[in-house]
């Protein structure tokens, strides 16, 4: 009877420490489990505010580009209605404060009277706008631009329109082109404005 109690108080003790072990082991995954529930939890809450910042600080952007455009709209319209009349004013206020001090001439030489100054540039641009090409290099010219041009696009037009392609710009066709242009713009590349030639 004493080896019976014996052995089910060691079954029973056996038993007990088992329990206890398992016991512990899902209060450990418990602790885990709420642990990683309540990372997941501030996960998403992170996720939730940075989206809320990144909406809030784009709006805050927009909005302050939205301002930038309707005070520099403002000040257009202030300024005569068109962004290139405020530029252009700008610009035709530089040469009152940095003047033209010198000149270099071709040949090297140095120009600082303001007649001379005034009749090289003159001299310069007159030549520059009423010289003509070399024959070879305006025909090299012309026969590469014509390369690029498809066949088809030559048959469909008269030979007197092919004749006017190549043809040199007439004093009333380019007087017409001025015209027609919009005001305070160059026609060409070197910034002279198209009141210049008007």
């Not at 290139?84 to 600082?112: M, N």
Request: charged share 25%; hydrophobic share 40%.
């Amino acid at each position: 009877m004493c080896i019976v109690l014996h052995a089910y108080h060691s079954f029973c003790k056996s038993k007990a420490e088992s329990f206890r072990a398992d016991h512990d082991k899902l209060k450990q995954d418990l602790a885990t489990a709420t642990e990683a529930m309540q990372a997941d939890l501030l996960e998403a809450e992170l996720t939730a505010c940075r989206s809320t910042i990144r909406e809030a600080l784009e709006c805050h952007h927009h909005l302050k580009i939205a301002g930038r455009r309707v005070r520099s709209r403002i000040r257009w319209r202030a300024h005569g209605d068109l962004v290139t009349k405020e530029f252009f004013a700008a610009v035709k206020e530089r040469p009152q404060t940095t003047p033209l001090s010198a000149l270099k001439q071709a040949d090297g030489s140095r120009i600082t009277e303001v007649p001379a100054m005034e009749a090289a540039i003159t001299d310069f641009y007159s030549r520059l706008y009423a010289g003509l090409p070399s024959s070879e290099a305006h025909l090299a010219a012309e026969e590469a631009m014509l390369r690029h041009i498809p066949p088809r696009f030559l048959q469909n037009c008269s030979p007197d329109q092919v004749a006017a392609f190549g043809a040199v710009p007439t004093k009333e066709e380019l007087g017409d082109a001025i015209q027609l242009m919009a005001r305070d713009r160059s026609p060409g590349p070197d910034g002279v404005l198209v009141e210049f030639y008007s």
